[in-house]
């Protein structure tokens, strides 16, 4: 009896989450490629929020987002011509200008203004392009997710990269925002023994849920440790904070714990992770690394790149393996929360209620 | 306005109209094989209009086709034994007549009578194989679909083919009847830039919708001008003819015009389409090439055949990438139709009531 | 007339048959893996009567089986680590004993106690291992189905071997009590054109269900005639026999009848044909041979086990291409059975009952 008193304060209250079926939120902005994704007049394709989106830079190098499908007969217009500004159908040869109104058909004499392909509001701060494909009165109305820092090089070294994991957006960024699957998951690229054991904090700041790790003192993964020349006793600070369905953003502060107190230096690296759903069963993610050492030393920055990825390929391993699971065990199965889900909990709970409310 | 009146007329109205979730026509002729298809003794397995179907080809010549499934415990006769014009089950030895019917079980002393295969009425107009999987009573009261200058060789030279798309066989006659695609979809093999543009008319001939497009002066695409050395002005004149749901034809007739009047000859080039639904997601394209110029030249012959090819691999590249969409893209999508669509939705609509009336 | 009277008796009634949709049978022991699938420390992932299964030893040599998928966030505990006789989460390092209940949460300070994987009893009768999925409160009272023969090797050659087939248990537990197809799919391997047509016999004995087959005199196949040097006149006298869902034997005599009677011996060779559903297309399936002559020759023994796993393979050709017609063929389709169904139609009725009466 005095257990389950102990115990249950520890337990989360996770009814009403968020998970794989629960519709998409549109009002929202989402990353929809890498500028370098978009070479001019080269339409790329995207499954985005469930639906087949076209991309391509015109001429004036601006972003165009429509609908990947010919309103005449389906046909997919990232498989089309971009001829100028505008956008020729492959099949019948169609041709939309970047509003996605007909400007031409070939068999007839006028265009009908009915045909009409759908268009997205695009944002570029590269090396991100954003899109919005929520209700059109209120993309103006709602600003960028704030990573400013990683689009705007001054002061850090930046990488990009992507992947594409068959897993929904909703667990990525629960994994995201529990950060004490280091030790298990990660233990072999930036985990270490000690980390999920670390104190941490959960708190709301504005709409931002914040989830702040001390793990002090501490040795520094081979991946950090090298590259600073950190090989002793080290503080790792991390905060990790959900921002929108589009954006999480991992903070870290590196600390020498064997120097005097005032010869420390914050050492820094973040990672704006950019979260878009395709369907219900992938999510495509982006993210952009920067830091604030050795900035200059390609090689370096190189390694610590291959290092994440490779911390990456181990969450796409997890959510995957989860995600497949859930698909294919028809067994009933109520899956249950700890301390540590207070954040991710609070995110789904949250998910779940604004899809609820755009789709009421 | 004076656009939106003007556009009117050119918009056609598209409702009723058939597509993948159609169900198949069965009281029509459809080519299951070609003739060479078929090795006496050796079962061939086909999937038609939803149906597993088996065919062989009997010590007297005859083809025999029926269900691809024995009636004991369902396993597919056409990876069973022919042994005379009798098919034994490949897993207890059942044998059944050309006819269907139980003939002998092997572990038992007679022959169930209810023990029987299903099988189908086949006409064999060389190279093609015709089958009927319609109404028992109404295979004689209908006439092979009118292609006898395919399956005659007098004056024609003659090439076979087949392939199979991922496409509803819907699609795949739309795609038949509108050739203003050539000039996009086909720029790179059959197609010339002013074909699209070029005038045609629509109208029915008794039950065959008719589609008649004169390009003139032209250019001849390489696949026609080299054999024919017809390299400067030229008319292309191009007769799209849908008779019934397994068949289309394209005829053409090729003239030089810069000899003088009475010094032209009408080349011709015709295409049997013989289309044959397997489901909803899948089209068997059998081919009749009959040309009437370089008939003996076996290599002009060839490349010919190979051009005409690389065009049917477009045309299953834009049916494939539009049912890929169709399928795949959840969001509510209404697709409309311009002039040149006019034989199109009159021949999907046919389909539609066919269908209709046929499983009422 | 006369005929319908003689056919008549030879049909079988084949109404309330399981097939691929009945539900699993819980209450009954199925063979999980191997003994030696099971190395320690290691653990294994099993898909069983449509859960996804963990089995592992612990340090003393036990087997313990728990469902694979963490009560935390569904990751797969089979791609875990076990430490000692616990399993610890790959993901989030969360502990279990191997009775399933949680024993550490990283993250917090006391495990919560209704956080708990569900296990399953194990029994291991090597080389099998057996499990228990249905009521826990049944398993002491439910003996393992008996083949004892088939787990001390005392006087046997064992041989064991273990293959996945796209098909309902079902059809195979149906194909091993209908010998009669060794004439025909078997043709190649172990069967001989009148092994059919020989007299045979079904019936009761206790609970299970017993097909007895005297082909003699007869010719054995080369698989059995090399090893006994017995290519003249033979007695093969087969007994099937089903005893559960997880079990079926078929025992087989061999005599030489060119010797004076005097002087015949019995050979035997004896194969467990132990059965476990996966889910509704798949069905795992394990053997064990046991063979009383030339025991001591590996080469002859090997011989042996590779013509029977390619009869084994030949049956997996049959069951995958039913399974797979059965599933695509949406026409509506009834089958039916011939005397030889008997055993099989009682063991299908049996198990259609079973199943619906524990999912009553």
Same mark, same amino acid.
């Given at each position: 009896?005095?257990?389950?008193?102990?115990?249950?304060?520890?337990?989360?209250?996770? &009814?009403?989450? =968020?998970?794989?079926? *629960?519709?998409?939120?549109?009002?929202?902005?989402?990353?929809?490629?890498?500028?370098?994704?978009?070479?001019?007049?080269?339409?790329?394709?995207?499954? #985005?929020?469930?639906?087949?989106?076209? %991309?391509?830079?015109?001429?004036?190098?601006?972003?165009?987002?429509?609908?990947?499908?010919?309103?005449?007969?389906?046909? $997919?217009?990232? =498989?089309?011509?971009?001829?100028?500004?505008?956008?020729?159908?492959?099949?019948?040869?169609?041709?939309?200008?970047?509003?996605?109104?007909?400007?031409? @058909?070939?068999?007839?004499?006028?265009?009908?203004?009915?045909?009409?392909?759908?268009?997205?509001? @695009?944002?570029?701060?590269? $090396? %991100? @392009?954003?899109?919005?494909?929520?209700?059109?009165?209120?993309?103006?109305? *709602?600003?960028?997710?704030?990573?400013?820092?990683?689009?705007?090089?001054?002061?850090?070294? #930046?990488?990009?990269?992507?992947? !594409?994991?068959?897993?929904?957006?909703?667990?990525?960024?629960?994994?995201?925002? &529990?950060?004490?699957?280091?030790?298990?998951?990660?233990?072999?690229?930036?985990? !270490?023994?000690?980390?999920?054991?670390? $104190?941490?904090?959960?708190?709301?700041?504005?709409?931002?849920?914040? @989830?702040?790790?001390?793990? =002090?003192?501490?040795? #520094?993964?081979?991946?950090?440790?090298?590259?600073?020349?950190?090989?002793?006793?080290?503080?790792?600070?991390?905060?990790?904070?959900?921002?929108?369905?589009?954006?999480?953003?991992?903070?870290?502060?590196?600390?020498?714990?064997?120097?005097?107190?005032? =010869?420390?230096?914050?050492?820094?690296?973040? !990672?704006?992770?950019?979260?878009?759903?395709?369907?219900?069963?992938?999510?495509?993610?982006?993210?952009?690394?920067?830091? &604030?050492?050795?900035?200059?030393?390609?090689?370096?920055?190189?390694?610590?790149?291959?290092?994440?990825?490779?911390?990456?390929?181990?969450?796409?391993?997890?959510?995957?393996? #989860?995600?497949?699971?859930?698909?294919?065990?028809? !067994?009933?199965?109520?899956?249950?929360?700890?301390?540590?889900?207070?954040?991710?909990?609070?995110?789904?709970?949250?998910?779940?209620?604004?899809?609820?409310?755009?789709?009421?």
């Amino acid at each position: 009896m005095a257990t389950a008193l102990a115990t249950k304060p520890e337990m989360i209250q996770d &009814d009403g989450l =968020a998970d794989e079926d *629960t519709p998409f939120i549109f009002n929202a902005w989402y990353v929809a490629c890498l500028s370098d994704d978009l070479e001019t007049g080269k339409p790329l394709a995207r499954k #985005l929020l469930g639906v087949n989106v076209m %991309l391509y830079r015109t001429s004036s190098g601006e972003v165009v987002a429509m609908r990947d499908r010919c309103p005449h007969r389906s046909f $997919p217009l990232s =498989a089309s011509t971009v001829e100028g500004d505008d956008v020729v159908c492959g099949y019948h040869g169609i041709r939309y200008g970047p509003d996605g109104a007909c400007k031409a @058909v070939p068999t007839q004499k006028h265009a009908p203004r009915a045909m009409r392909v759908q268009t997205y509001t @695009v944002r570029e701060t590269s $090396p %991100l @392009v954003w899109i919005w494909m929520g209700d059109p009165l209120r993309d103006n109305k *709602t600003p960028l997710p704030p990573c400013g820092w990683a689009t705007d090089a001054e002061g850090w070294a #930046l990488s990009t990269g992507s992947m !594409t994991l068959n897993a929904s957006y909703v667990f990525l960024h629960e994994n995201l925002l &529990d950060l004490s699957h280091l030790s298990f998951l990660h233990k072999n690229t930036f985990g !270490t023994p000690d980390y999920a054991a670390a $104190p941490f904090s959960t708190e709301l700041s504005g709409d931002a849920i914040v @989830v702040r790790r001390v793990v =002090a003192p501490t040795r #520094l993964p081979v991946l950090y440790a090298d590259p600073l020349d950190m090989h002793g006793n080290a503080a790792r600070i991390v905060t990790s904070t959900y921002y929108s369905p589009g954006l999480s953003v991992s903070a870290v502060i590196l600390q020498n714990l064997d120097l005097p107190q005032e =010869a420390r230096t914050d050492h820094h690296i973040r !990672t704006a992770q950019l979260v878009t759903p395709q369907d219900k069963n992938n999510v495509l993610y982006h993210f952009v690394i920067a830091r &604030d050492f050795v900035k200059d030393d390609a090689r370096t920055g190189n390694d610590i790149l291959v290092g994440i990825k490779a911390a990456f390929d181990e969450d796409a391993f997890a959510l995957e393996s #989860l995600a497949r699971i859930r698909r294919e065990d028809g !067994t009933p199965f109520a899956e249950r929360s700890i301390s540590s889900d207070k954040a991710g909990v609070m995110l789904r709970r949250r998910l779940r209620a604004e899809a609820e409310a755009e789709h009421a």
